[in-house]
């Protein structure tokens, strides 16, 4: 019988919620979280227990881990493992919840967004002037270019994804909702673009233009099928 098992994450930025509800269901069950990577949640089993958990993001130094994790504690809630910023915990089902009002779910996001968005803007900056000089330059030149803003393309688009989605959040959080609406609609509504110029246009567009499109197209489709795999795989899984 195995004792340790591994399962997906659908992206805090994206299903915080149903991620933590997900991993209380585990608990029910006697699979209880023993660290967690970018990606999912490594369990092991042990006995059922409810718990329920939640997670913060907050940049920490090294002197203030402690007293943080402290403060923690003492309202109830069990550090069980941190990657980077993020840092998940867990408590008995009644526990007062880390974030009890607007404000501080607010700034929950604000948090994530900030350690996020200038390494982000930075490396979406970049690729887009290493795809603009593709698109500009011919030969060995444009073949330099193309493969440089390919290479930075694959974490440039769900990093940018990311960002986007972690404001949409917050400002829905700060009942901007409109806003919040439109922010989330934006790929969706870049890849039904990209989708048209490919089907249409396709011909007249350079080699440089139809990669860039193609990848634009597998940036959503390649992590969805992903997605729907791992999620089957985890229900028969349980069953």
């Known amino acids: 019988m195995r004792h340790t098992k591994y399962v997906t994450s659908g992206g805090l930025a994206f299903s915080e919620g149903k991620d933590m509800e997900k991993l209380r269901r585990y608990s029910k069950e006697g699979w209880h979280v023993r660290d967690f990577k970018f990606m999912g949640y490594t369990l092991e089993k042990g006995e059922i227990t409810d718990y329920i958990y939640s997670v913060d ?4 130094k090294q002197e203030e881990a402690e007293e943080y994790f402290e403060l923690f504690s003492s309202s109830g809630w069990t550090h069980i493992s941190s990657q980077g910023d993020i840092h998940l915990f867990r408590a008995l089902p009644g526990t007062k919840p880390i974030y009890s009002d607007s404000e501080s779910v607010v700034e929950k996001h604000d948090n994530l967004g900030s350690s996020m968005r200038w390494g982000t ?10 795809w603009i000089a593709a698109l500009i330059s011919a030969g060995t030149l444009q073949m330099t270019f193309t493969i440089m803003a390919v290479i930075l393309s694959i974490p440039a688009i769900p990093a940018a994804w990311t960002v986007m989605t972690i404001y ?24 039904i673009l990209v989708t048209l110029i490919i089907l249409y246009v396709v011909d007249d567009l350079n080699q440089s233009v139809r990669l860039l499109a193609y990848m634009l197209i597998g940036a959503v489709a390649l992590p969805t099928a992903v997605w729907a795999i791992m999620s089957v795989y985890q229900k028969s899984d349980r069953g």
Do not use: H
Request: net charge positive; hydrophobic share 55%.
């Open 57 to 60: 993001y907050r940049l920490l």
């Open 121 to 130: 803007v930075g490396l979406v900056f970049v690729t887009a002037i290493l």
């Open 168 to 191: 949409s959040n917050k400002w829905n959080a700060e009942g901007r909702q409109g806003l919040a609406r439109l922010i989330k609609s934006l790929p969706i509504l870049f890849l």
